[in-house]
């Protein structure tokens, strides 16, 4: 699932709870404590529809692995019900800075992907997520293959220059 453009998805709204109309969210991030706590207005985004509503949000309480969020303008269990299956997204610019050496897979989107001998294979297209590792999705010639995100295929990634050189093993691209 990605989110318009301008937008990144940062938690998907699973239902209500209690009585306020507070949610349960899932984090789709690597660092929610710190994205959480400073979250005061984001996107209600409908995934389906397309919408994106601007809103106040404050983090109730941790659960475990997910959180508890009041949504401005839902005060019942009722109300907080059209929210369920919808995401959180925060504009592009306000997103967390990442440590040197790592990037957003939407940095990415549409970087040349070529083999350490300079040959071009694709385009990288999004990330799946993998049993082991993700999964890089590279469009090519109106098919997809997927490469494992793993150091030992993956060379060199350069966000400035939108190029990804990988080592890829006979037949991986067929299959």
Same mark, same amino acid.
Not at 33 to 48: H, K, Y
Not at 112 to 131: I, T
Not at 133 to 159: C, H, M, Y
């Given at each position: 699932?990605?989110?318009?453009?301008?937008?990144?998805?940062?938690?998907?709204?699973?239902?209500?709870?209690?009585?306020?109309?507070e949610?349960?969210?899932?984090?789709? +991030?690597?660092?929610?404590?710190?994205?959480?706590?400073?979250?005061?207005?984001?996107?209600?985004?409908?995934?389906?529809?397309?919408?994106?509503?601007?809103?106040?949000?404050?983090?109730?309480?941790?659960?475990?692995?997910?959180?508890?969020?009041?949504?401005?303008?839902? +005060?019942?269990?009722?109300?907080?019900?059209?929210?369920?299956?919808?995401?959180?997204?925060?504009?592009?610019?306000?997103?967390l800075?990442?440590?040197?050496?790592?990037?957003?897979?939407?940095?990415?989107?549409?970087a040349?992907?070529?083999?350490?001998?300079?040959?071009?294979?694709?385009?990288?297209?999004?990330?799946?997520?993998?049993?082991q590792?993700?999964?890089?999705?590279?469009? +090519?010639?109106?098919?997809?293959?997927?490469? *494992?995100?793993? *150091?030992?295929?993956?060379?060199?990634?350069?966000?400035a220059?939108?190029?990804?050189?990988?080592?890829?093993?006979?037949?991986?691209?067929d299959?």
């Open positions: 699932m990605s989110a318009p453009p301008d937008l990144v998805i940062v938690a998907e709204i699973l239902r209500p709870v209690g009585l306020q109309g949610v349960k969210v899932r984090p789709l +991030t690597d660092r929610p404590e710190e994205r959480f706590q400073a979250l005061g207005e984001c996107f209600v985004w409908d995934g389906r529809g397309g919408s994106a509503e601007a809103r106040r949000v404050a983090l109730r309480r941790r659960e475990g692995t997910q959180a508890i969020f009041w949504v401005e303008g839902f +005060t019942s269990p009722e109300a907080a019900r059209a929210l369920q299956g919808k995401y959180l997204a925060v504009p592009r610019e306000l997103v800075p990442v440590p040197d050496g790592h990037f957003y897979p939407w940095q990415l989107a549409g040349e992907v070529v083999s350490q001998e300079g040959r071009v294979l694709g385009r990288f297209a999004r990330v799946e997520p993998g049993a590792q993700d999964l890089w999705v590279i469009a +090519t010639e109106g098919r997809e293959w997927l490469l *494992p995100a793993v *150091p030992e295929l993956v060379r060199e990634v350069s966000v220059e939108r190029r990804i050189v990988v080592d890829v093993p006979d037949g991986l691209m299959v």
